[in-house]
């Protein structure tokens, strides 16, 4: 299936499924605002327990804080968002649509990319267990050439960002003769640089009314709260402050559904260590987060590193982990060593001292910092995308399913009597109460067994349970796995244990530290 099939099925199927609905759609929508439905907010939620137990739960040393959304102005300013969170954005003239001029340059790279894998990949089945890649990187005439044309765009791309050299990013697109998708033509408007951050007013007249932000990071909320959290906790560095919250940015070039939001949600980590030790600790948690990706079991290959071309204004080292869209390879989380940038300029800017006394060092100082930021949505669109499968069965039917993660899935299990009469229904009732305190359990009587069967694979649903007359005499029922089909018939005493097994958020865990 090609790729933009493939992302089209996905969108309409998280609607269709109770997943993700366009915000105001009954007012024909608000531009890259999504709502969560029945099923969404439930992955959300797990997903968002998932970390947060990550955070809180396996670092004795890592609290948690829910700041507001709302902070005083001046924070914006110390942290820089008033002056540099800016997107350079580029207008083609035929068809009036704006892009992301550094977005238009990096589809262009990612081209090359592909351009000289699928190189690889054709001469890799060609000459098969003899093939030696390096070799053939280094030989290949249509390789070479990709690769030096990319390198050559990349080294004046990443030097345009760093400077902000606006005119050279243009000139890029120019030069690399980058055509709008739309119109098709290359007829660009100059680029210039549009600042991300909503602002409303508070307080309730004119004269004293203030202009306030939006948060476009939950970050801030943890570092002007550092000190209290850290004399609160008596926490010692190096300690770590976690916050999951909405965050909001003025996207100009909003596109690729919930993956770039104007309104979306962030789990965010702020890691306080000593100056001088950050880029151990950088390491550790660009290791830990991978780990966190990975546990989820979506497929390790689909995940990649990806050190920033650009800094941005407060950073040392950055690092994305990226996922395989069925869009391209696209971040979902970055790691950020932020330096005392934040700290330092929250002293500066509030006039009240923001350091740490190290008892054994003996000195005060500001401490380093290292982000874990990560958005949930993209990562719930990570799941869905991961996940989604079509299979043509035995019988010539097809199903749709969701391989998710079984302890992230909205739905454990699904109780279904095989007929609705002979007492077959208030026994699956019964049932289906066993669970009610253990995890999210679903009774549904309604339609053929099959076509039931199917409703809880298009939500992922990793168990269903079949009740039919044989359990009304022996106490046992037919259990089905989602992913294989299979069935087997079980007690109904050991339900509790089969599924459990499965679905516990320890499984995921206890993977984040292996
Ligand atoms: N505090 C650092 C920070 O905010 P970022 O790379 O701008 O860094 C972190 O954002 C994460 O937030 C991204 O990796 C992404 O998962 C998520 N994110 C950022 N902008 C987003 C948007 N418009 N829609 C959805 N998620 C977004």
Redesign the pocket.
């Given at each position: 299936m090609a790729n933009e099939d493939l992302f089209k099925k996905i969108i309409s199927h998280c609607k269709e499924y109770g997943f993700v609905f366009p915000s105001s759609e009954i007012y024909d929508g608000l531009g890259?605002v999504y709502d969560y439905g029945q099923n969404g907010v439930e992955l959300k939620n797990n997903i968002k327990r998932y970390w947060w137990d990550s955070m809180t739960l396996l670092n004795d040393n890592v609290a948690g804080v829910d700041a507001a959304i709302f902070m005083h102005p001046t924070i914006w300013k110390a942290s820089g968002h008033v002056d540099a969170f800016n997107d350079p954005l580029v207008d083609n003239k035929d068809s009036k649509k704006r892009y992301r001029a550094d977005v238009l340059i990096e589809d262009y790279l990612n081209a090359l990319d592909d351009k000289i894998a699928k190189e690889i990949e054709k001469a890799a089945a060609r000459y098969g267990s003899g093939f030696d890649e390096n070799m053939f990187r280094s030989t290949n005439e249509r390789v070479i050439e990709n690769q030096n044309k990319r390198n050559a765009v990349h080294a004046r791309f990443a030097e345009a960002l760093n400077d902000g050299n606006l005119e050279e990013l243009r000139q890029i697109i120019v030069d690399t003769e980058i055509a709008c998708p739309v119109s098709g033509t290359r007829n660009w408007t100059e680029v210039r640089q549009f600042n991300l951050m909503f602002s409303t007013e508070m307080g309730s007249t004119m004269d004293d009314s203030w202009k306030v932000y939006l948060r476009?990071?939950?970050?801030?909320g943890i570092f002007v709260n550092f000190l209290n959290v850290q004399k609160t906790g008596r926490m010692k560095i190096p300690f770590g402050i976690a916050q999951i919250g909405k965050?909001f940015?003025n996207?100009i070039v909003?596109r690729q559904f919930?993956?770039?939001?104007?309104e979306?949600?962030?789990m965010?980590m702020q890691y306080f260590v000593r100056p001088g030790d950050e880029m151990r600790w950088y390491d550790t948690w660009k290791k830990i987060r991978l780990n966190w990706h990975r546990a989820m079991g979506l497929g390790d290959s689909k995940y990649r590193y990806h050190d920033h071309d650009k800094l941005?204004h407060y950073a040392n080292a950055?690092v994305?982990?990226e996922f395989e869209m069925p869009f391209g390879f696209k971040?979902?989380?970055?790691i950020?060593s932020?330096t005392d940038f934040d700290l330092s300029q929250h002293e500066k800017y509030s006039g009240k001292k923001i350091q740490y006394f190290d008892p054994e060092l003996g000195q005060h100082y500001t401490p380093y910092v290292i982000?874990t930021?990560?958005?949930?949505?993209?990562?719930f669109l990570s799941i869905i995308a991961g996940s989604y499968a079509e299979e043509t069965l035995e019988n010539n039917e097809s199903r749709v399913l969701l391989r998710i993660p079984p302890e992230l899935a909205p739905v454990k299990l699904a109780v279904l009597p095989l007929v609705k009469k002979d007492g077959l229904s208030e026994r699956a009732r019964e049932i289906a109460d066993m669970f009610r305190f253990d995890f999210r359990c679903i009774y549904d009587e309604k339609d053929s067994i099959g076509k039931r069967y199917r409703r809880q694979d298009a939500i992922g649903t990793p168990f269903c349970i079949t009740i039919d007359h044989e359990t009304l005499s022996n106490s046992t029922v037919t259990i089905r796995h989602r992913d294989t089909m299979t069935q087997d018939r079980v007690a109904i005493d050991s339900l509790h244990e089969i599924i459990s097994a499965k679905v516990d958020m320890k499984n995921l865990l206890k993977k984040v530290m292996e």
């Open positions: 890259a476009p990071e939950t970050a801030q965050a940015r996207e909003a919930i993956f770039r939001m104007r979306f949600e962030q965010e941005a950055a994305d982990i971040e979902i989380e970055g950020h932020r982000e930021s990560i958005g949930v949505d993209r990562v």
